[in-house]
């Protein structure tokens, strides 16, 4: 299986976002053993290189990590450094694109219409990221595979455990998820296990969505 094929394989990567330094590993640890097969950490966050390195020597080979919020090439030459595998922006920047790919890693960028997925594309994007997918919904998706069936996509941001179905229905390959993966009470609580249980839940309804494709 190749690191994109285990990135998506959950159907689900989760976008860590300004945590604490000191959370990064548990919370890690409980979504990886929910079953999420991606790791993201934005690069807006507390010491994120120092946190991708350690993710890595944590997992190693098990997941994917890679950073998020990657807004120009140097973010992502230092990230992918750090030990990056994949580099996520919320934006369409053909010299991002080109460093991530020059360095042989997986690269998914923001897109909000039909003309930014096919240049990502012939950019050389993996996949693009479609943001912020709770303002575009699942009829974007659907709608644009219609012409565009060779794009994959991935919606992120907002995404929940209601909308994941419709996403996937509609044709996305995995889900990007932050702040509705990432409960806020359940961290602020250090209940692990409960963090765990919901990641459960999130890759169950993707895979079960996914199998129903």
């Known amino acids: 299986m190749s690191r994109f094929e285990t990135l998506i ?21 409980a979504l990886v053993s929910g079953g999420v097969s991606g790791l993201e950490v934005t690069m807006d966050s507390e010491d994120a290189l120092g946190a991708i390195a350690e993710l890595r020597t944590q997992f190693g080979d098990e997941v994917v990590i890679g950073a998020g ?13 750090a030990g990056a595998e994949f580099i996520f922006a919320p934006i369409l920047h053909e010299p991002t694109i080109r460093a991530a790919k020059r360095h042989g890693k997986i690269m998914i960028p923001g897109i909000f219409t039909p003309t930014e997925a096919q240049q990502a594309v012939e950019w050389g994007a993996d996949m693009v990221k479609a943001f912020p997918a709770d303002v575009l919904g699942p009829a974007f998706i659907k709608a ?56 459960a839940a999130f890759v169950s309804q993707a895979k079960k969505s996914l199998a129903g494709n």
């Open 69 to 81: 919020t990657v807004l120009d090439a140097e973010q992502a030459v230092a990230a992918i450094q």
């Open 9 to 29: 394989s959950s159907g689900v990567v989760a976008v860590i976002r300004k945590q604490p330094r000191e959370n990064i590993v548990p919370l890690a640890k």
């Open 144 to 199: 644009v595979k219609g012409p565009l069936s060779h794009i994959k996509i991935m919606p992120t941001g907002g995404v929940d455990l209601e909308t994941i179905d419709g996403f996937i229905k509609a044709g996305a390959l995995a889900v990007g998820a932050g702040g509705p993966l990432l409960r806020k009470d359940l961290i602020e609580a250090e209940d692990w296990s409960g963090l765990e249980q919901h990641a």
